[in-house]
C-alpha cells in the first residue's frame, strides 16, 4: 500500500522497485520477439530455442493441438508446430500465453480481467487494421498485445490501489494517468516504457508502449499508429478499462482511415461480435 504523504519522486521509486520484483518474461519470449524479425530465421532454429525451455515448449505443443486453433492431427513436436502454426502467428501466441501466465495469480479481479480483455481486443483490432496499412499482421497483434502491459503490472503489484485508482477515474470522468500520477507517481505508459526496457524487450515495442496514447496520426504507415488506432477502436467498441477512457467514437476512428476502407470491417455490431468471439478463444484456448 502506498501512503499519500510520500513525494511523486518517491513514489516513483518505491512502484519501480516493485514492478522490477515481477516476475519477467520468460528470456525465451524475449529472444523470440527479436529472432522472428530477422531475415532467413530457420524453422528449426526457432524449434532450438523453444524447445530449450521447457514449460515454454510444454505451452507451444498444447496451444497447437488446440481445436480452437484449428489443428489437422496430433501435432507431437515443437517444430512441426513451428511448421504448421507459421513463425509469425506462433510468436503472438507465445507472446500471449506468456502476459497470461504472467498474470493469472490476479486475473479473478474484475480490474485486471477488464484491462486483459482490452490487451486482447486491442491486438485483434491491430491485426485487421494491418493490412489497411499494408504492415504484416501479427507484428501489429503482438504490439496491441502489449501495448499497456504498464498498466497490467500496475495492477499485478498493486491490485487494491490501482484498483481504487480506476474507480477513481470512472467516478469523476478523469484522465486516468493524471490519477496514476498522483498515486504513484508516474502513469502507465511509463511503467510500461520502463518495464518493456528492463526485460529487454524490442525497442519498437518499448517506444509502442510509451506512445499509445498520443493521437493517431493519419498520414503515419506504421506499428505504433496501427496500436493507437486500434486502443481507441477497442474503447469504443466496448472494451474500455473505464468510459472516461473512450476517446474517440468508431465514427471519427474511421476518418482516420483511407476512404471506405473501414466497410470491409462490416457495421459496429458486427465487428464487435467479431472481436468478442475471438477474445473468447483465446481465453478457451489458454485454459489449461
Request: with cysteine.
Given at each position: 500500500m502506498l501512503t499519500s504523504a510520500e513525494a511523486p519522486a518517491q513514489k516513483k521509486t518505491v512502484v519501480l522497485k516493485r514492478l522490477r520484483q515481477l516476475q519477467p518474461f520468460p528470456p525465451v519470449v524475449v529472444?523470440?520477439?527479436?529472432r522472428v524479425g530477422e531475415d532467413e530465421v530457420r524453422f528449426k532454429e526457432i524449434s532450438e530455442l523453444i524447445r530449450s525451455d521447457a514449460a515454454v515448449a510444454a505451452?507451444?505443443?498444447?496451444?497447437?493441438?488446440?481445436?480452437?486453433?484449428?489443428?489437422?492431427?496430433?501435432?507431437?513436436?515443437?517444430?512441426?508446430a513451428v511448421v504448421v502454426l507459421g513463425l509469425e502467428r506462433l510468436k503472438g501466441l507465445i507472446v500471449t500465453a506468456a502476459l497470461r501466465n504472467y498474470l493469472s495469480p490476479a486475473l479473478e479481479a474484475p480490474a485486471l480481467l477488464r484491462c486483459w480483455r482490452h490487451n486482447l481486443a486491442c491486438g485483434i483490432l491491430c491485426e485487421a487494421l494491418a493490412?489497411?496499412?499494408?504492415?504484416p499482421k501479427d507484428p501489429c497483434y503482438t504490439a496491441g498485445l502489449l501495448h499497456d502491459m504498464g498498466r497490467l503490472a500496475l495492477l499485478a503489484a498493486y491490485p487494491s490501489d490501482y484498483a481504487g485508482t480506476l474507480d477513481l477515474a470512472e467516478r469523476y470522468q478523469a484522465d486516468v494517468r493524471q490519477w496514476e500520477r498522483g498515486v504513484f507517481g508516474l502513469d502507465h505508459c511509463e511503467?510500461?516504457?520502463?518495464?518493456?526496457?528492463e526485460w529487454g524487450l524490442p525497442e519498437e515495442f518499448v517506444a509502442i508502449i510509451g506512445l499509445h496514447h498520443e493521437a493517431p496520426e493519419p498520414d503515419e504507415i506504421d506499428k505504433g499508429n496501427v496500436v493507437r488506432l486500434g486502443c481507441r477502436a477497442a474503447d469504443a467498441l466496448g472494451f474500455a478499462i473505464t468510459t472516461a477512457e473512450t476517446q474517440a467514437s468508431l465514427q471519427d476512428i474511421r476518418a482516420t482511415l483511407p476512404g471506405g476502407i473501414w466497410r470491409r470491417f462490416g457495421?459496429?455490431?458486427?465487428?464487435?461480435?467479431?472481436?468478442?468471439?475471438?477474445?473468447?478463444?483465446?481465453?478457451?484456448?489458454?485454459i489449461r
Open positions: 529472444e523470440l520477439l527479436y505451452e507451444v505443443l498444447r496451444m497447437a493441438n488446440s481445436p480452437l486453433l484449428g489443428a489437422w492431427g496430433q501435432i507431437d513436436s515443437v517444430l512441426h493490412g489497411t496499412y499494408f504492415l511503467a510500461g516504457e520502463w518495464l518493456a526496457r457495421s459496429e455490431a458486427e465487428l464487435g461480435i467479431n472481436v468478442a468471439g475471438r477474445i473468447n478463444a483465446l481465453e478457451c484456448s489458454l
